[in-house]
């Protein structure tokens, strides 16, 4: 599958060094867990998630009696599983009327993202309307633009440098007019400016609070698994500012980094909810984390 063809790098990066170790190793003792831990390390799933995941590997082993290191892979597997729980993933802005605010700073991927989440909404017969509210970033608007056109829905936009809270204004009563299924929000991320983010945003929910009180709210951070740890940062913070429901990890393709979904799930408890796969329009799949080990470890 796609997932498992844009997995190999990360696959190599992670599981082909398990698998070393699986194999090199005689007997259970501190130098297997260290070596396994420092792979899991290295291949972007942090400490914090690598310590658990040790932790609870080492009780499995104990438990089971098992003896032989080639004999703990499948309870490795298990959990890191455990590890990306963070409950049942709901979609819910695809069942009913809603306000989708996409946040992320510059380069991660965002507006790309927002293009190919609209095409995947208007393909299941959704009406979408899109607000181009990063109006801080010269051409964000333009390239929204050519997203919309893409995806075959209405964007409103606003001047470069106008008020983002205006240009949502706008979209909510565009979005009311032509009773759309679903609005999405592009809006700026300046992330060296919490202070501005946070009131923009907040400025944002207000509106959306008082203007669209019926429509169901999603925010959602997009992130570039390429960076790694940055990325995992970069969701800490955002989840500072404003409360996320959810996460879209970009280029997932071809990156040696893709354990970076495993950390972001794991230390901020919030869902992966797509991954981006590629540049096109159709580059978009929405993230099983069961899926997404097995296709690891295939
Ligand atoms: P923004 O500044 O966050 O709005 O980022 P853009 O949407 O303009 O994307 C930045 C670059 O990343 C563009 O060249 C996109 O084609 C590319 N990109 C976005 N998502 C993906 C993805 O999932 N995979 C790959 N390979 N490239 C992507």
């Known amino acids: 599958s796609r997932l498992v063809s844009g997995l190999t790098k990360t696959r190599d990066n992670i599981v ?3 698998d070393a170790v699986f194999g090199g190793f005689s007997q259970i003792d501190e130098d297997f867990y260290e070596e396994i831990e420092e792979i899991l390390i290295m291949g972007d799933i942090g400490v914090s998630a690598t310590e658990n995941i040790l932790e609870s590997l080492k009780q499995k082993v104990k438990e089971n009696h098992i003896k032989k290191p080639d004999e703990c892979k499948e309870l490795l597997i ?9 409950g049942e993933t709901a979609y819910r802005f695809e069942e009913e009327k809603s306000v989708v605010l996409i946040v992320g700073v510059n380069g991660v991927g965002k507006t790309t993202s927002v293009g190919k989440l609209a095409g995947k909404l208007k393909a299941q017969g959704k009406k979408v309307v899109l607000a181009a509210a990063d109006t801080f970033r010269a051409a964000a608007g333009e390239q929204l633009k050519e997203w919309a056109n893409r995806a075959g829905v209405d964007m409103i936009g606003g001047q470069e440098g106008s008020d983002p809270a205006a240009v949502i204004y706008d979209a909510v009563a565009a979005a009311k007019a032509r009773n759309a299924d679903v609005l999405l929000c592009d809006t700026a991320g300046r992330l060296h400016n919490k202070k501005n983010l946070m009131e923009e945003l907040r400025k944002i929910n207000r509106i959306l ?27 800490k913070q955002f989840a500072e500012v404003t409360d996320l429901t959810g996460i879209i990890l970009t280029k997932m393709d071809g990156t040696a980094k893709g354990g970076i979904a495993v950390a972001i799930q794991s230390e901020l408890q919030i869902p992966v909810k797509y991954i981006g796969v590629g540049e096109t329009i159709d580059d978009l799949q929405k993230f099983d984390p069961e899926e997404f080990v097995n296709a690891l470890f295939d």
């Open 78 to 86: 298990e959990s890191i599983k455990e590890q990306m729980q963070v």
């Open 16 to 18: 082909s060094g398990i």
């Open 209 to 235: 609070e008082k203007e669209y009180p019926d429509a169901y709210r999603e925010t959602l951070v997009v992130l570039d698994a390429t960076t790694g740890q940055n990325a995992l940062a970069q969701a």
